[in-house]
């Protein structure tokens, strides 16, 4: 199997975690190269629903090598309950391998993610307060420390007394918060670097050497192309790079080694968290009324669109062509997995926005200016659906209703990209193969 990414093309919770985990056996290494335990992805393991936040989801086939990249920001202790919640599910993590390279979550960063937040009031981005901007921000200030430092108390010590003498001041004056003593840190943390010490590894150079062996790798996206922090609806973000190009960067494999991009989208679209949303189906609590108030509500019950991480309600509304065509050109998208299609069962027609309107102008290409994204129209093209017909027991494509088959062909035709994996349940057989 050639080397691929798998990105979110949307606002993540694409169900990049069920065709993580349906495709992996495909491939030798599987690898996270962004985020954090900010991503939750779902997969199905015997009769359980498993959330993974930090963990590839190749991990659940022993044959695939689970990598965590340099680009991943690591909280230690939840990577350890994680393997530990795993092995006692019977999964092994004993491949795992950790980028000595990538950057380790601490105490203070999440304080101050939460800090932060609050300081934002009415404008917050609504992040999952697990650390991530902040670890981010460290790394690229240049004062983070990394799972290499971690494994090196004289170096953990020595680096993270530096940085206390800078965090604490602003955790006690500015935010009112506790400030942490060198010790206290070192206590919780230095236990982790004996479990995780042994998963440590030159994974740059382990990629790079199983590329040139003839070794495939599954790049495993999290978040989604509009949350990454270039291309997303800044600073409606997450601070990483979840497009296509992060795979390079946070693995240290040259992008000409990427054979394929599948992009993951939902046959609808969520958000979890604040900033514009054009075909969102506001919730009564929301201000949402009438039709669209009930559509957005079938949606989220239909679709159980609540989230792994955080158990927020998922904003929902109808498939966007604008932001599909944006995310094949952002990732360079070779193919797509559509998915939750049998969500859509619910329903007598379905929209698809097919362009925005706004101040008179029509916009096919997504916009530059987000005053354009937060007032958008979208312009709609409404089409047959196939109300009550169950369709997750389908695993043929001639095995669709016609009306489903034609919102698929309808859907590739304008975004310009094949859909060869089609998803009609959480399950990994629930799925229809068309060329992958
Ligand atoms: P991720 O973050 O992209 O991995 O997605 P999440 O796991 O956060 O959310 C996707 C949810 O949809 C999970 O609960 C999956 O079990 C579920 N799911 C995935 N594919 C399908 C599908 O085709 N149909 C249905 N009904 N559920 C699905
Ligand atoms: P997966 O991988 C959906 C959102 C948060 C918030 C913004 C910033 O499961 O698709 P952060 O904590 O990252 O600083 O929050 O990004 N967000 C996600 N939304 N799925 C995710 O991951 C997300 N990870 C972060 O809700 O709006
Ligand atoms: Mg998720």
Redesign the pocket.
């Known amino acids: 199997m050639p080397s691929t990414v798998l990105v979110?093309a949307q606002w993540?919770?694409?169900?990049?975690?069920?065709?993580?985990d349906l495709i992996a056996s495909d491939y030798d290494y599987v690898v996270r190269f962004q985020g954090g335990n900010n991503?939750?992805?779902?997969?199905?393991h015997g009769e359980k629903?498993l959330?993974l936040h930090l963990m590839p989801?190749g991990v659940m086939y022993e044959d695939a090598v689970p990598v965590i990249g340099n680009g991943v920001v690591v909280d230690p202790g939840v990577l350890v309950k994680e393997m530990a919640m795993l092995e006692s599910e019977g999964v092994s993590c004993k491949n795992l391998r950790i980028s000595g390279d990538a950057h380790v979550i601490m105490p203070y960063h999440k304080d101050l993610d939460g800090a932060d937040e609050k300081r934002l009031g009415s404008q917050q981005i609504g992040t999952t307060k697990r650390g991530i901007g902040p670890c981010y921000q460290d790394k690229m200030g240049r004062k983070g420390i990394r799972i290499q430092d971690l494994m090196d108390e004289k170096i953990f010590r020595l680096k993270l007394d530096a940085v206390l003498a800078q965090k604490n001041p602003v955790l006690e004056k500015i935010y009112g918060l506790h400030a942490y003593s060198v010790e206290e840190v070192c206590e919780e943390y230095l236990p982790y670097a004996q479990i995780l010490r042994k998963h440590v590894a030159e994974t740059g150079q382990l990629l790079n050497d199983a590329l040139r062996d003839g070794s495939s790798i599954l790049f495993e996206g999290?978040q989604?192309t509009l949350l990454d922090i270039d291309h997303g609806t800044y600073p409606y973000v997450t601070s990483s790079s979840c497009c296509a190009g992060g795979a390079s960067t946070g693995t240290g494999v040259g992008p000409k080694a990427i054979d394929r991009v599948l992009g993951?989208q939902k046959a609808y679209i969520t958000r979890v968290g604040g900033g514009p949303f054009p075909t969102e189906l506001k919730f009564a609590e929301d201000g949402g009324v009438g039709q669209d108030a009930a559509d957005g509500e079938l949606l989220c019950q239909?679709?159980?669109e609540f989230?792994?991480?955080t158990g927020r309600k998922r904003r929902c509304g109808w498939f966007d062509a604008v932001i599909a065509r944006y995310a094949a050109d952002v990732n360079g998208l070779t193919d797509v997995a559509l998915?939750?299609?049998?969500?859509l069962s619910a329903f007598d027609t379905i929209k698809v926005c097919v362009a925005y309107e706004c101040d008179g102008k029509r916009y096919d290409y997504f916009p530059m200016q987000q005053s354009v994204l937060f007032h958008a129209k979208p312009i709609y093209e409404e089409l047959p659906g196939w109300k009550d017909v169950d369709i997750?027991g389908c695993r043929d494509y001639t095995e669709l209703p016609e009306a489903t088959r034609s919102y698929i062909e309808y859907l590739e035709k304008i975004t310009g990209v094949p859909m060869s994996i089609i998803?009609?349940?959480?399950d990994r057989d629930?799925?229809i193969m068309r060329g992958w």
Do not use: C, Y
């Open positions: 979110g993540g919770d694409e169900g990049k975690g069920k065709i993580t991503a939750g992805h779902t997969v199905i629903k959330a989801s999290a989604g993951i239909a679709g159980h989230g792994v991480t998915t939750k299609l049998d969500v997750t998803s009609v349940g959480p629930q799925t």
